[in-house]
């Protein structure tokens, strides 16, 4: 077509123009499809997990029993009378996320309502800050500090018979890493609550606190939901700090004060041992990470779906 | 005319305020909503001066001029340090790019359809997705070359990379490549569409009104999100165990294709023994990585106050 027309208008001028045109309507084709791989890139790595976690999870299904793995109530693939039951694996990883959302949750929604509704605007801006950098810190940090620090000192305390790995300080570590996931995105959807709503109550006559725990935070309690849903899928799928603070001794147990693993602290263990690649063992870290990636990912999606859904009420 | 008297006693009786208790009800919520958000800073206060205190022994210049070692006194942290930068520069190089690429695409490129909004609610979900998961990932395409299904890298005549600071690099780039992506749309976003309108009202293509007027207004702001990602990576630790990455190494990377270990599973590797020393030395290592994370964040904050318009984040 450009040929076609080059011909007609006889001017150079023209021609070159027409040629660069067609040169720039190519060349922003090239990058516009650069662009889309690279933000297909997110997508491939989607697939990717999934199809790597099903196809070795499938393929350690056609060895071991769904059943046997979903409620086998004993975890001991490394041994020679091989037990494949996840169970003690997922109680390890609730009581944890269970013992740290008791910490996270109370504290960072203190902290979200002092931030939003008490601090002044100085001590906010040096508070939230502080409070992020808890988030910021490596979780091998928390790790080191729970064993050498937090557990000595609940042994010189509290509980004198705690072991050196325990579940106590595991709990108390990742709680505390949380807190800013629940004080951040709490602060956040506390100060979205329209002023309006809070003018009318003082207006009524309420004090703050009224004000506070019968206005605002009922207004603002999607978003405070989502962040707690978010802060326990994190304690969840925390590795580090729960690796090196509550040990290596799969057990189904209630007590905080025992050893016992988590499912990412599993696949750590399997993954610095000599498990040769490609046997049935070497396949239940890919079947742990699937049931981990299903249970956060459930847990994400429930709290998108509770921030999408009362997100504009009052907008 | 008795009624009266009886009658405003009632009624200040029905409506008694009680506004002293109340207010001080009050006023204790606050205090114990100061004391929740104090336990945070009080917790990192400990740490920090925890870790100063069982660290600063082996906290010298040795310490990072020395391989690991079995002796304690000659133990130091060279190969984890390097390995650290390596990996991290590694990812870098991958992230920056293709995340920023990505995060143009979809703000300044994809139609308003189901299909963003389908890549849009992937990328919040990977950030999402547990650390450890991406090791494993990283582990099956990148060390073992495969899928699980289909050929592998092997069956179609190409090297895996081993368990080395390309597959690190990899692996921790698709990990970040989410927060990555999204600092940069916000940064993106946060550009006034005027001087998206200017240009084209002069002729400008797509690409030539991002490239040279709506990128180096955002670029700050994807700096600073992206710098930040890193010091998040740098911290990482779980997904570098699981593509296996060795926890002892007497040498410094040579080349991407080298064998390396880092900051965070040398200070795992010694945090998980018994002896007092070694423990120590594990300290020491967690001030070298705070200093790293305190450098790239103090880089972060001075480009998003130097060049930004309150645009970073």
């Known amino acids: ?315 | 005319m008795t009624t009266d008297p009886s009658g405003t006693s009632f009624r200040s009786n029905l409506f008694n305020v009680k506004l002293g208790r109340r207010h001080l009800t009050g006023s204790i919520f606050g205090v114990v909503a100061l004391l929740g958000a104090l336990v945070g800073v009080a917790v990192l206060i400990i740490m920090l001066v925890e870790v100063w205190r069982d660290g600063i022994r082996y906290f010298r210049l040795e310490f990072l001029d020395l391989f690991p070692s079995r002796k304690p006194d000659q133990a130091g942290f060279k190969s984890a340090f390097w390995g650290s930068l390596w990996v991290i520069g590694t990812t870098a190089m991958i992230a920056f790019p293709v995340g920023v690429s990505a995060a143009i695409y979809l703000e300044e490129y994809a139609p308003k359809n189901w299909v963003t909004k389908i890549l849009q609610t992937n990328i919040s979900n990977l950030a999402g997705v547990p650390s450890i998961v991406y090791g494993l990932l990283g582990l099956q395409i990148f060390v073992r070359g495969t899928i699980g299904v289909g050929p592998s890298l092997e069956d179609l005549g190409l090297n895996d990379f081993g368990r080395s600071v390309l597959t690190g690099g990899l692996t921790l780039a698709l990990l970040i490549l989410p927060v990555v992506i999204v600092a940069s749309q916000e940064s993106l976003r946060a550009v006034p569409p005027s001087i998206r309108e200017a240009s084209y009202g002069i002729g400008a293509t797509r690409w030539q009104t991002v490239r040279h007027h709506v990128l180096p207004e955002a670029l700050p702001g994807v700096m600073t999100g992206t710098i930040l990602a890193l010091s998040r990576a740098i911290g990482e630790t779980a997904p570098l165990i699981a593509i296996g990455a060795l926890t002892f190494i007497a040498f410094t990377p040579e080349h991407l294709l080298d064998d390396f270990t880092v900051m965070p599973i040398q200070i795992y590797n010694w945090a998980a023994r018994p002896q007092h020393d070694f423990q120590d030395l594990a300290a020491t290592g967690i001030m070298v990585l705070l200093i790293a994370l305190l450098v790239m964040n103090a880089i972060a904050v001075s480009l998003r106050y130097r060049f930004g318009h309150g645009n970073g984040r």
């Open chain 1, 1 to 315: 077509m450009a040929i076609d027309s080059s011909s007609v208008i006889s001017s150079s001028g023209a021609t070159t123009r027409f040629r660069r045109r067609r040169s720039r309507r190519l060349s922003e084709s090239i990058v516009t499809a650069v662009l889309m791989v690279c933000a297909a890139v997110t997508i491939l790595t989607t697939v990717g997990i999934v199809a790597i976690l099903l196809a070795e999870g499938l393929s350690f299904f056609g060895e071991v029993s769904p059943q046997d793995f979903f409620f086998g109530t004993r975890w001991t693939p490394l041994f020679p009378s091989a037990g494949f039951g996840v169970l003690p694996l997922i109680c390890g990883t609730l009581l944890i996320a269970l013992g740290a959302s008791l910490i996270s949750l109370p504290l960072g929604t203190l902290a979200a309502v002092y931030l939003s509704e008490y601090a002044q605007p100085k001590v906010r801006n040096i508070l939230k800050p502080i409070l992020e950098v808890l988030a910021g810190v490596p979780t091998i940090v928390y790790g080191y500090f729970a064993l050498t620090w937090i557990t000595p000192l609940l042994k010189s305390t509290i509980f004198p018979d705690i072991g050196v790995f325990n579940a106590l300080s595991a709990m108390i570590v990742v709680g505390i890493m949380t807190v800013p996931m629940v004080s951040s995105i709490s602060d956040d959807s506390i100060r979205a609550v329209p002023a309006s709503l809070r003018e009318a109550a003082y207006g009524l006559g309420s004090t703050k606190f009224e004000v506070v725990t019968r206005v605002t935070f009922p207004a603002a309690l999607s978003g405070i939901v989502a962040s707690y849903i978010l802060a326990v899928s994190r304690a969840v799928g925390e590795t580090m700090a729960v690796t090196l603070a509550a040990g290596a001794s799969p057990r189904i147990t209630a007590n905080p004060l025992e050893s016992v693993q988590t499912m990412t602290a599993y696949i750590v263990q399997v993954s610095l041992g000599d498990t040769p690649q490609g046997t049935t063992v070497f396949r239940t870290i890919f079947v742990v990470a699937l049931t981990l990636f299903a249970i956060t990912l459930i847990m994400n999606l429930i709290s998108d779906r509770i921030v999408s859904r009362y997100k504009e009420r009052y907008e």
